[in-house]
Structures are given as structure tokens and as C-alpha cells.
T-cell receptor, first 115, second 113 residues
Framework: GAGVSQTPSNKVTEKGKYVELRCDPI?????LYWYRQSLGQGPEFLIYFQGTGAADDSGLPNDRFFAVRPEGSVSTLKIQRTERGDSAVYLC?????????????FGPGTRLTVT | GEDVEQSLFLSVREGDSSVINCTYT??????LYWYKQEPGAGLQLLTYIFSNMDMKQDQRLTVLLNKKDKHLSLRIADTQTGDSAIYFC?????????????FGQGTTLQVKP
């Protein structure tokens, strides 16, 4: 079956611009996670959705970052007033086990470059 | 706080065994994972071990867990050039409010023919 998909695969934007990154989870998965992976580092947790609600947004670095999942399926990560330090690969993962780290399936990521 | 540490680089010859090590700090971790990341590809779950186990074997992969020392290792037998990748150790919780994973910084495995 189809895995987690993310669009776009690459995004180049200028400093100060607004960007949206999209994640399509595996069908039927109620849990959705966003992680950020900087060059040479492991992924860092950003936010977790259970259904439509953000159950844990403790990893969002500041209020320029926001994510939504209005219908409990597709999620969009939104970054306002982008900064060069936001450049990273943004990974999405989904799971059928809400609140459990067990078996999270990752998408290929969106590589964001802020110039 | 939660922290996961790994050595950054390992080089082996094809056919040898590789051992990648990891230490973690959260004693309440329920699951410990090994993920593989190849260039341009997403994270692939290789294997995991439940915290009440001390060993798990899955074909060429052996995971050893020393819960007392909070030390996890991944042994790859008969390492092949296709095993060249970055390997991430991660800890997680089987049942919590979030299920978020805490990753190490990754170990780059280089396999020489």
C-alpha cells in the first residue's frame, strides 16, 4: 500500500517568506508526527497530532511554526517569516498506535532551503 | 532530560561484522529502535527491542540491550556494501501522551569492498 508522502520534496525560499509543507499519512493512521532533521543530526520532534488535535506541540521552536490537521488526515506545517536557520529536512511520520512510539512510518521528507 | 548519544563514524570491510553503539538517558523508555537512512531516502525502521528484553536477533541483525548501563548496540553480521548508510538509535515510549521518538545524531557506516 501507499506509504507516507510529503510535498514538495524540495523547497527553496527567501528569508522572510512564508512556506507550507504537506504530509499525507498512511490511510487510517490516526497519529501523525512532524520532525526536523538538520544537517549531520538526528531528527528532532516538533509536534504530534492525534486525530485533528495537536496533542503535543512542545517541540515547535517558536511561534513562527504552526501545524494543522483539519480533517484528521493530511497535515500542513506552516512556517512564517522564514530564517536561514530553518533550513533542514522536515520529516513526517504516521502510526496506527496513538500515543505510542511503536511503528512510526516515515515519509521521504521535504528539504527546505532558506536563502 | 532525554538524550541519546552515538559515535559518529564506523568503517568496516565487506564480510566483517559491524557493531554500532548507543547510550541513552531515559530509564523509562519502553522501546529502543534502530533506523537506517540512505542518501536521499527516508528513515527505514530496521528493528526494535522492548525494554524488558536484553537481546533480539533478526536475520543478520542482533540488538543487545544493557538496561542497567543504558547501552544499546546493533550488530550487523556479514556486512555488505549495501549496508552503507547512516544508522540512528532512538528511544520511545510504548504508552505515553505523545509517543515521540528521541533520536541520536546518527552513525555513518562505511563498508569497504
Amino acid at each position: 500500500g501507499a506509504g507516507v508522502s510529503q510535498t514538495p520534496s524540495n523547497k527553496v525560499t527567501e528569508k522572510g517568506k512564508y512556506v507550507e509543507l504537506r504530509c499525507d499519512p498512511i490511510s487510517g493512521h490516526t497519529a501523525l508526527y512532524w520532525y526536523r532533521q538538520s544537517l549531520g543530526q538526528g531528527p528532532e520532534f516538533l509536534i504530534y497530532f492525534q486525530g485533528t488535535g495537536a496533542a503535543d506541540d512542545s517541540g515547535l521552536p517558536n511561534d513562527r511554526f504552526f501545524a494543522v490537521r483539519p480533517e484528521g488526515s493530511v497535515s500542513t506545517l506552516k512556517i512564517q517569516r522564514t530564517e536561514r536557520g530553518d533550513s533542514a529536512v522536515y520529516l513526517c511520520a504516521s502510526s496506527s498506535n496513538p500515543g505510542s512510539s511503536y511503528e512510526q512510518y516515515f515519509g521521504p521528507g521535504t528539504r527546505l532551503t532558506v536563502t | 532530560g532525554e538524550d541519546v548519544e552515538q559515535s559518529l563514524f564506523l568503517s568496516v570491510r565487506e564480510g566483517d561484522s559491524s557493531v554500532i553503539n548507543c547510550t541513552y538517558t531515559d530509564s523509562s523508555s519502553t522501546y529502543l529502535y534502530w533506523y537506517k537512512q540512505e542518501p536521499g531516502a527516508g528513515l527505514q525502521l530496521l528493528t526494535y527491542i522492548f525494554s524488558n528484553m536484553d537481546m533480539k536477533q533478526d536475520q543478520r541483525l542482533t540488538v543487545l540491550l544493557n538496561k542497567k548501563d543504558k547501552h544499546l548496540s546493533l550488530r550487523i553480521a556479514d556486512t555488505q556494501t549495501g549496508d552503507s548508510a547512516i544508522y540512528f538509535c532512538a528511544e520511545g515510549h510504548g504508552s505515553s501522551n505523545t509517543g515521540k521518538l528521541i533520536f541520536g545524531q546518527g552513525t555513518t557506516l562505511q563498508v569497504k569492498p
